[in-house]
């Protein structure tokens, strides 16, 4: 008896164990494709380049422009762009690879990390803001 309830335990905590792990690696993909496609300019933390780079972190655009976001990281951006008061003009690259449920799980990590407490997206949402993106200038 004692040691069947050992046994049943001991597989338990294993699976929850194995569960929660599952979850932990779909939840870090956000993590993972910044550190692949965005960390190289906008840094670890999220502070980007003073005067050249915006910040991730506690960036008001994030916010005033949560709608335009994931085609910003699809198809990059150009042109003047103020951000926390200080205005930017230069060349963002966009990421034509990345699929909606990546991007989606992108803008959340950016939107719930490095200070930003920021309301996420559903995949519906980004799908649906994909739609409509702008034509990228001069292409
Ligand atoms: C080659 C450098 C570079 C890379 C790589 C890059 N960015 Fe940017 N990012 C920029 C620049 C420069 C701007 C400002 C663009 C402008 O001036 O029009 C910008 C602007 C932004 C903005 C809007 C302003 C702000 O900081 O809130 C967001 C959000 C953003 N990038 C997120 C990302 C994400 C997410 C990735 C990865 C998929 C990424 N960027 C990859 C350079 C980069």
């Known amino acids: 008896m004692k040691k069947s309830r050992f046994i049943v335990g001991f597989f338990g905590a294993l699976a929850l164990i194995t569960l929660t792990q599952c979850f932990t690696d779909k939840q ?14 906008h840094m670890e933390d999220g502070s980007g380049l003073r005067g050249l780079i915006p910040p991730i972190a506690k960036a008001d655009y994030l ?8 085609c910003l990281i699809r198809n990059g951006a ?5 951000v926390n008061g200080i205005e930017y003009n230069k060349e963002m690259p966009g990421v ?15 939107q ?3 200070g ?6 559903t995949m519906t949402e980004v799908e649906e803001m994909l739609d409509i993106c702008p034509v990228p200038h001069g292409k």
């Not at 150009?78 to 103020?82: E, H, I, L, R, T």
């Open 112 to 114: 719930t990390n490095f």
């Open 63 to 70: 916010q005033t422009h949560r709608d335009e976001l994931a």
């Open 78 to 82: 150009d042109g003047p762009m103020v």
């Open 28 to 41: 870090n993909q956000g993590q993972k494709l910044y550190v692949q496609h965005c960390l190289s300019c």
């Open 116 to 121: 930003n407490n920021n309301k996420r997206y």
């Open 96 to 110: 034509h690879t990345l699929r909606e449920d990546e991007i989606t799980n992108l803008l959340n990590y950016i």
